[in-house]
Protein backbone atom coordinates (compact mmCIF):
# COMPACT_ATOMS: atom_id res chain seq x y z
CA UNK A 1 0.00 0.00 0.00
CA UNK A 2 1.25 3.36 -0.64
CA UNK A 3 1.19 6.70 1.64
CA UNK A 4 1.95 9.63 -0.73
CA UNK A 5 1.91 13.17 0.37
CA UNK A 6 1.49 16.14 -1.30
CA UNK A 7 4.36 18.15 -3.38
CA UNK A 8 6.38 20.76 -1.19
CA UNK A 9 7.48 23.48 -2.59
CA UNK A 10 11.36 24.68 -2.20
CA UNK A 11 12.90 27.50 -3.16
CA UNK A 12 16.15 25.78 -3.66
CA UNK A 13 17.43 23.96 -7.46
CA UNK A 14 16.86 19.77 -7.56
CA UNK A 15 20.47 19.68 -7.16
CA UNK A 16 20.21 21.82 -3.59
CA UNK A 17 17.24 19.93 -2.52
CA UNK A 18 18.94 16.53 -3.44
CA UNK A 19 21.73 17.68 -1.66
CA UNK A 20 19.46 18.61 1.54
CA UNK A 21 17.41 15.73 1.43
CA UNK A 22 19.80 13.49 1.04
CA UNK A 23 21.75 14.04 4.53
CA UNK A 24 19.97 12.13 6.80
CA UNK A 25 21.00 14.69 9.62
CA UNK A 26 18.67 17.42 7.88
CA UNK A 27 15.88 14.93 8.16
CA UNK A 28 15.03 15.36 11.55
CA UNK A 29 13.74 18.99 11.15
CA UNK A 30 11.14 17.72 9.01
CA UNK A 31 9.74 14.47 11.65
CA UNK A 32 6.60 15.29 13.60
CA UNK A 33 6.72 16.01 17.43
CA UNK A 34 5.62 12.58 18.27
CA UNK A 35 9.00 11.40 16.81
CA UNK A 36 11.52 11.37 19.81
CA UNK A 37 15.32 9.74 20.58
CA UNK A 38 16.74 11.13 16.42
CA UNK A 39 19.78 10.37 16.05
CA UNK A 40 21.35 10.18 12.26
CA UNK A 41 24.55 10.52 9.95
CA UNK A 42 24.64 10.85 6.46
CA UNK A 43 23.21 7.60 5.54
CA UNK A 44 21.30 6.58 8.68
CA UNK A 45 18.41 7.62 10.70
CA UNK A 46 16.77 6.11 13.39
CA UNK A 47 14.07 7.43 15.86
CA UNK A 48 11.17 6.67 18.35
CA UNK A 49 7.36 7.35 17.66
CA UNK A 50 6.09 7.56 21.06
CA UNK A 51 3.98 4.73 21.65
CA UNK A 52 4.88 2.79 18.60
CA UNK A 53 8.45 1.72 18.48
CA UNK A 54 11.44 2.22 17.46
CA UNK A 55 12.83 2.97 13.70
CA UNK A 56 16.08 2.59 11.98
CA UNK A 57 16.41 3.60 8.41
CA UNK A 58 19.28 3.47 6.04
CA UNK A 59 19.64 5.27 2.65
CA UNK A 60 19.55 2.50 -0.07
CA UNK A 61 19.51 4.30 -3.31
CA UNK A 62 20.03 7.82 -4.71
CA UNK A 63 19.02 8.67 -7.95
CA UNK A 64 20.51 12.62 -8.63
CA UNK A 65 18.52 14.98 -7.68
CA UNK A 66 15.00 12.79 -8.17
CA UNK A 67 15.19 10.00 -5.38
CA UNK A 68 16.19 9.04 -2.45
CA UNK A 69 15.41 6.02 -0.71
CA UNK A 70 15.36 4.70 2.36
CA UNK A 71 15.05 1.19 4.02
CA UNK A 72 14.95 -0.34 7.89
CA UNK A 73 17.78 -1.63 9.48
CA UNK A 74 16.85 -4.36 11.99
CA UNK A 75 13.41 -5.50 12.85
CA UNK A 76 10.46 -4.37 11.85
CA UNK A 77 6.64 -4.74 12.42
CA UNK A 78 6.29 -4.83 8.02
CA UNK A 79 8.42 -4.11 5.55
CA UNK A 80 8.51 -0.74 3.88
CA UNK A 81 10.63 1.86 1.90
CA UNK A 82 10.34 5.68 2.28
CA UNK A 83 10.57 7.19 -0.78
CA UNK A 84 11.51 10.87 -1.34
CA UNK A 85 10.64 12.06 -4.59
CA UNK A 86 12.19 15.60 -6.10
CA UNK A 87 11.76 17.54 -9.41
CA UNK A 88 11.95 20.52 -10.89
CA UNK A 89 8.92 23.22 -10.08
CA UNK A 90 9.30 24.69 -13.91
CA UNK A 91 5.47 23.68 -14.64
CA UNK A 92 4.36 25.94 -11.81
CA UNK A 93 6.82 28.66 -11.51
CA UNK A 94 8.60 31.30 -13.25
CA UNK A 95 12.16 30.51 -11.36
CA UNK A 96 14.66 28.43 -12.67
CA UNK A 97 15.95 27.42 -8.91
CA UNK A 98 12.68 26.21 -7.58
CA UNK A 99 12.08 22.64 -7.12
CA UNK A 100 9.74 20.20 -5.07
CA UNK A 101 9.71 16.91 -2.92
CA UNK A 102 7.10 14.32 -1.90
CA UNK A 103 7.04 12.03 0.60
CA UNK A 104 5.91 8.55 0.16
CA UNK A 105 5.97 5.37 1.99
CA UNK A 106 5.25 1.70 0.19
CA UNK A 107 4.12 -0.66 2.59
CA UNK A 108 3.85 -4.36 2.58
CA UNK A 109 0.43 -4.22 4.65
CA UNK A 110 -1.56 -7.56 5.79
CA UNK A 111 -5.20 -6.58 6.15
CA UNK A 112 -5.06 -6.46 10.14
CA UNK A 113 -1.83 -4.33 9.89
CA UNK A 114 -3.59 -2.10 7.15
CA UNK A 115 -6.55 -1.21 9.14
CA UNK A 116 -4.38 -0.16 12.17
CA UNK A 117 -1.66 1.28 9.95
CA UNK A 118 -3.15 3.30 7.36
CA UNK A 119 -4.09 6.59 9.01
CA UNK A 120 -0.54 6.93 10.93
CA UNK A 121 1.44 6.45 7.71
CA UNK A 122 -1.09 8.57 5.81
CA UNK A 123 -0.35 11.57 8.67
CA UNK A 124 3.70 10.81 8.94
CA UNK A 125 3.88 11.62 5.58
CA UNK A 126 1.67 14.44 5.33
CA UNK A 127 3.32 15.46 8.35
CA UNK A 128 6.68 15.72 7.15
CA UNK A 129 5.16 17.24 3.66
CA UNK A 130 3.94 20.43 6.42
CA UNK A 131 6.85 20.61 8.15
CA UNK A 132 9.38 20.76 5.17
CA UNK A 133 6.94 23.62 3.75
CA UNK A 134 7.42 25.46 7.09
CA UNK A 135 11.24 24.99 6.86
CA UNK A 136 10.79 26.93 3.41
CA UNK A 137 14.26 24.94 2.35
Not at 3 to 8: E, G, I, L, R
Not at 64 to 78: A, D, E, R, Y
Request: net charge negative.
Amino acid sequence: MIFKSKWAKSARSEKELFEYVGNMNNLPSVLPEQVVNVTADCDNLSFTIQGMGSIALQVTKREPNCLIQLSPVGKTPFQFVLNVYIRDNKTTSQQDNESECCFEIDAQLNPLMQMMASRPLQNLVDMMCAEFENLKI
